[in-house]
């Protein structure tokens, strides 16, 4: 993988992801269906794509004290989350 033509994307698929991060892209659904690696977080299931992962949020899971490993508000899919998160974040 090379990006060494234009600016490097901010969203990855599957296959750019696992070569990321230096694992297989079965690997890499494995981390996703384990939990290892949250929607909202890592990375975000737009409506007709497969799921796009954040290359800061992969960055920051693999060292967190990498340059480009952000502090940013969580990728949300759904409406549903958004109260969730919304819900959670609320101290009672």
């Known amino acids: 993988?090379?990006?060494?033509?234009?600016?490097?994307?901010?969203?990855?698929?599957?296959?750019?992801?696992?070569?990321?991060?230096?694992?297989?892209?079965?690997?890499?659904?494995?981390l996703m269906t384990d939990g290892t690696l949250r929607e909202g977080l890592h990375y975000t299931r737009p409506a007709h794509l497969g799921p796009r992962f954040k290359r800061a949020a992969l960055l920051a899971w693999l060292d967190p004290y990498h340059p480009e490993a952000e502090d940013e508000i969580p990728l949300v899919s759904s409406r549903?989350?958004?109260?969730?998160?919304?819900r959670d974040s609320v101290d009672v």
């Open 1 to 30: 993988m090379s990006w060494t033509d234009g600016p490097v994307p901010i969203y990855l698929n599957t296959t750019e992801a696992a070569e990321l991060v230096r694992v297989s892209p079965k690997r890499l659904r494995n």
């Open 80 to 86: 549903k989350r958004v109260a969730r998160l919304a």
